[in-house]
């Protein structure tokens, strides 16, 4: 019963307080990166990089600035769970920001910064920016809409718009997908080769989707969780309850943080 309790309150603590801070330090990370790429000329402008290799899950791939909103983040490839961890991913199948077509971007809305947290609050008008290794693109938004609204007309051949993407309603509890639409008011980019198709677009990198690819690290933490408390318990009878606390307590806790940190993945992306 004591480790059932804990395990939740690590959970809400690994949600709520642990995630945010994780996000701090991954964005520091990516800028750190992306800048290093933007210096060298290297910075990717399609799915794959300058040496040809598509592009790995969380790789950096352009700066977003919404400063009616606060947003200064870090985009990355790839929208499923893991991705939207270090920032608001650009989903692969779509354009890069700036580029031709209809790019899209994915945000959490409370854990891990929540950096969409306030996209339903842009108003049409409103101008932001994103930066890619070819260069500053800027877009003004057109609206905000959520199911069933009617979408944007049919982009002109060589047009660019952009959306964002992130969960609606309650924190932590999200009853559905917003969407912000954005023209492109600057210069149409060059286009970028692409691999993804939305066909081939891994169900759990859409809007809201969870994943259950690494279910099988959840069961090894439970593992690891289920024999720290059962020698913790063995321990005590033996050694006595001040000698297992010692030792015994930082490894239960490991072990029901890293369970914690494991069910992140089966909850919606955009959470």
């Given at each position: 019963?004591?480790?059932?309790?804990?395990?939740?309150?690590?959970?809400?603590?690994?949600?709520?307080?642990?995630?945010?801070?994780?996000h701090?330090?991954?964005?520091?990370?990516?800028?750190d990166?992306?800048?290093?790429?933007?210096?060298?000329?290297?910075?990717?402008?399609?799915?794959?990089?300058?040496?040809?290799?598509?592009?790995?899950?969380?790789?950096?791939?352009?700066?977003?600035s919404?400063?009616?909103?606060?947003?200064?983040?870090?985009?990355v490839?790839?929208?499923?769970?893991?991705?939207?961890?270090?920032?608001?991913?650009?989903?692969?199948?779509?354009?890069?920001?700036?580029?031709?077509?209809?790019?899209?971007?994915?945000?959490?809305?409370?854990?891990?910064?929540?950096?969409?947290?306030?996209?339903?609050?842009?108003?049409?008008?409103?101008?932001?920016?994103?930066?890619?290794g070819?260069?500053?693109?800027?877009?003004?938004?057109?609206?905000?809409?959520?199911a069933?609204?009617?979408?944007?007309?049919?982009?002109?051949?060589?047009?660019?718009?952009?959306?964002?993407q992130?969960?609606?309603?309650?924190?932590?509890?999200?009853?559905?997908?917003?969407?912000?639409?954005?023209?492109?008011?600057?210069?149409?980019?060059?286009?970028?080769?692409r691999?993804?198709?939305?066909?081939s677009?891994?169900?759990?990198?859409?809007?809201?989707?969870?994943?259950?690819?690494?279910?099988?690290?959840?069961?090894?933490?439970?593992?690891?969780l289920?024999?720290?408390?059962?020698?913790?318990?063995?321990?005590?009878?033996?050694?006595?309850?001040?000698?297992?606390?010692?030792?015994?307590?930082?490894?239960?806790?490991?072990?029901?943080?890293?369970?914690?940190?494991?069910?992140?993945?089966?909850?919606?992306?955009?959470?």
């Amino acid at each position: 019963m004591i480790v059932a309790v804990l395990l939740v309150f690590a959970f809400l603590a690994n949600v709520v307080v642990i995630s945010q801070l994780q996000h701090i330090e991954t964005q520091q990370r990516l800028r750190d990166a992306y800048r290093a790429q933007l210096a060298a000329g290297t910075a990717p402008v399609s799915e794959a990089d300058y040496t040809g290799k598509l592009l790995r899950s969380t790789s950096p791939v352009g700066l977003l600035s919404i400063p009616q909103i606060g947003v200064d983040e870090v985009l990355v490839e790839g929208t499923d769970a893991n991705a939207l961890k270090g920032g608001p991913g650009h989903r692969r199948d779509t354009p890069l920001p700036g580029q031709p077509g209809v790019s899209v971007l994915l945000g959490r809305a409370a854990a891990y910064g929540g950096p969409f947290s306030h996209i339903q609050e842009l108003a049409p008008g409103d101008r932001f920016t994103v930066r890619t290794g070819q260069g500053r693109s800027t877009f003004e938004v057109i609206g905000v809409r959520y199911a069933g609204d009617p979408t944007p007309p049919a982009l002109a051949k060589g047009g660019s718009r952009l959306v964002l993407q992130s969960a609606r309603g309650p924190a932590f509890a999200p009853t559905g997908v917003v969407y912000v639409d954005a023209r492109l008011v600057s210069d149409v980019l060059d286009g970028g080769a692409r691999q993804t198709t939305y066909t081939s677009l891994p169900p759990e990198e859409r809007a809201l989707a969870t994943d259950t690819r690494q279910v099988w690290a959840l069961i090894f933490a439970l593992q690891f969780l289920l024999v720290a408390h059962l020698a913790a318990a063995w321990a005590r009878r033996r050694v006595g309850t001040r000698k297992t606390w010692l030792v015994g307590a930082p490894v239960v806790g490991l072990a029901v943080l890293l369970t914690a940190e494991q069910i992140v993945p089966l909850l919606p992306n955009l959470l």
